[in-house]
């Protein structure tokens, strides 16, 4: 006769990769991806090339506008949400465009009195 013998199994679940690729925002400059599905978090995303390790599974990548600085509005220019799958030891890739909004301001500005002192124009968002 044999004595029952007890096999125990061990395993980890091995990720993929994402890679964002970024287009559009100038060097040294950054913007915020909100990633929801298996794993939810948000990502900063610099220009070029964005990996990110995950664990196999299905996410959705939201992408928004981002202020460089206290002047500069860059709009995303693709899709601002894209779903993919992630698969164990594979890379998914997908990509985000921006672009520098540009506008005029124009401000006429009249004294009492016919006077015209110096105005400060001391502008931001």
């Known amino acids: 006769t044999f004595a029952p013998i007890t096999v125990r199994v061990g395993y980890t679940e091995v990720p993929g990769t994402l890679q964002v ?6 060097q040294g400059s950054s913007a915020q991806a909100s990633l929801s599905g298996r794993e939810s978090r948000t990502l900063t995303l610099v220009p070029g090339a964005n990996t990110v390790s995950l664990l196999p599974g299905s996410y959705t990548l939201s992408f928004s506008d981002t202020w460089v600085d206290d002047y500069s ?4 220019t693709s899709s601002r949400q894209v779903s993919f799958k992630i698969s164990s030891r594979q890379t998914t890739t997908v990509g985000v465009g921006y672009r520098l909004v540009g506008g ?4 006429d ?3 009492q009195g016919g006077s015209n ?8 968002r």
């Open 21 to 26: 690729n970024v287009q559009g925002l100038p």
């Open 73 to 76: 509005l860059y709009k995303v």
């Open 104 to 107: 005029n301001v124009t401000v």
């Open 109 to 111: 500005v009249q004294a």
């Open 117 to 124: 002192p110096p105005v400060d124009m001391g502008m931001q």
